[in-house]
């Protein structure tokens, strides 16, 4: 896989390079030189393949040329060791669940994936590295399970100070051996742009190998995309009404690029619905064709609280690049929060079923897009989280006691350790330079 800038100012990299790199030196963002379509063949009997055969069919699609066989099959046994099942509300509107994984978020795919290709790498190269990240919330949990003791590779977490949950925050702050929590007083955005400094700041970069584990990051795109591929193939093999369309709930807008780089590879997709909370610079941008990034406001669904967000010139790029072509295939809507409780409400009543706020936002997304364009479609609803990761909003919502998986009881009696820091540049480079 040949990758290029998206600022058009550095050279091609390829996989290697555009993994450990990150970001590309000109501060745009790496993107595939081409994305090869997969043969229609495979799309017409997707319904009978697992998840991790549909993996292996992507990476080969899109990694062939650096990675053998053996290697992809390896990677994936590592990292796709969950299963993402989509479950019924009613006929024709399914939950994709993308938190079967150890941080019981979706990000564990990216992450996992990620950590696999890159300690293939260091193993060939023998090199040590350091990742630098920075989460809203479930980053974090999950790139810190997915690295956790990992050779030659050490992690350090930045996140905003009381803007994460106690269940977020602990499986940030309770890791010890290579993994440390810096718990940052400002924003996600303020995180974001320290991380994003620092690679860019010559003396850290000549002193130290940092590589980045952000939704930036190629290489946790492309395993976002397998679950798309595999919805479909469930959907369709329980005799779904297709076409479908995937409503996103939205934040940096990786996920959502994720899937139209499925669209892309020849998944029959009839719209995406970017769903977001109050933070709707994309559903705006899709209005107004004006792309215009403002300070991110708090929110339930506080994964999803970015003012610009990191993806957005992949999102264009994947859709095609002109504002027609993107609003063809992707429809904004935005919830906010009293609507997200409403809805958590509603679900729960209605079907039993309990959502995490950010699965709310994606389900009422889904409905709003249907009062436009009608209901004569397969609706999968993308749930990015376990409702037990945000507690007290669920059970304030819902007004009752609510069941927590055993693993996440676990964390919360475990004891926070973290570093905290202002969100100035000089004293996080500092710390950098005394720490590593
Ligand atoms: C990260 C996250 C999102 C947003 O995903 P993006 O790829 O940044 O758009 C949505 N929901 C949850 C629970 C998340 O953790």
Do not use: W
């Amino acid at each position: 896989m040949k990758l290029y800038s998206t600022a058009g100012q550095s050279p091609d990299v390829d996989l290697q390079e555009a993994i450990f790199r990150g970001l590309p030196p000109d501060n745009g963002l790496y993107m595939p030189e081409s994305i090869p379509v997969l043969p229609q063949e495979f799309i017409d009997n997707l319904d009978q393949k697992s998840i991790q055969e549909i993996a292996f069919a992507v990476c080969k699609n899109l990694l062939g040329n650096d990675l053998t066989d053996a290697e992809i099959s390896s990677i994936i046994s590592k990292s796709i060791t969950f299963e993402a099942p989509i479950v019924e509300l009613e006929t024709g509107t399914e939950v994709l669940e993308l938190f079967h994984g150890p941080s019981m978020a979706f990000k564990d795919f990216g992450a996992r994936f990620m950590a696999a290709i890159m300690s293939h790498y260091l193993q060939k190269s023998q090199q040590e590295i350091r990742i630098l990240v920075a989460t809203s919330g479930d980053t974090g949990g999950a790139v810190a399970q997915g690295f956790y003791d990992t050779p030659g590779i050490s992690v350090t977490i930045l996140y905003p100070k009381g803007k994460v949950s106690d269940i977020q925050e602990k499986q940030l702050t309770t890791l010890d051996k290579n993994v440390t929590a810096l718990e940052i007083d400002g924003t996600f955005d303020d995180c974001q742009a320290l991380v994003k400094q620092a690679f860019l700041d010559e003396e850290l970069r000549s002193k130290f190998n940092l590589a980045s584990a952000n939704s930036i990051n190629i290489s946790r795109l492309i395993p976002q995309s397998f679950y798309y591929f595999s919805a479909y193939a469930q959907a369709k093999k329980k005799g779904n009404k297709l076409p479908i369309v995937f409503s996103v709930p939205s934040g940096n807008f990786g996920n959502l690029s994720a899937g139209i780089m499925a669209y892309q590879m020849g998944l029959p997709i009839k719209a995406f619905i970017a769903a977001t909370n109050v933070n709707k610079i994309v559903p705006d941008f899709l209005k107004s064709g004006k792309y215009e990034p403002k300070p991110s406001q708090e929110t339930l669904s506080n994964a999803m609280d970015v003012g610009n967000p990191s993806n957005f010139v992949r999102m264009q790029i994947l859709a095609g690049g002109e504002l027609e072509k993107i609003q063809n295939i992707v429809k904004g809507y935005h919830t906010d929060d009293a609507k997200t409780r409403e809805t958590m409400k509603e679900v729960f009543e209605k079907y039993d079923y309990i959502m995490c706020p950010h699965t709310a936002v994606a389900y009422d997304g889904l409905k709003q897009y249907r009062k436009e364009f009608g209901s004569d479609n397969c609706g999968i609803i993308l749930s990015t989280a376990h409702y037990a990761k945000f507690l007290p909003t669920v059970e304030g919502t819902l007004g009752q006691k609510v069941l927590i998986p055993a693993r996440l009881e676990e964390l919360l009696d475990k004891q926070k350790v973290a570093i905290s820091m202002n969100c100035d540049f000089k004293g996080f480079k500092e710390y950098l330079l005394k720490e590593l």
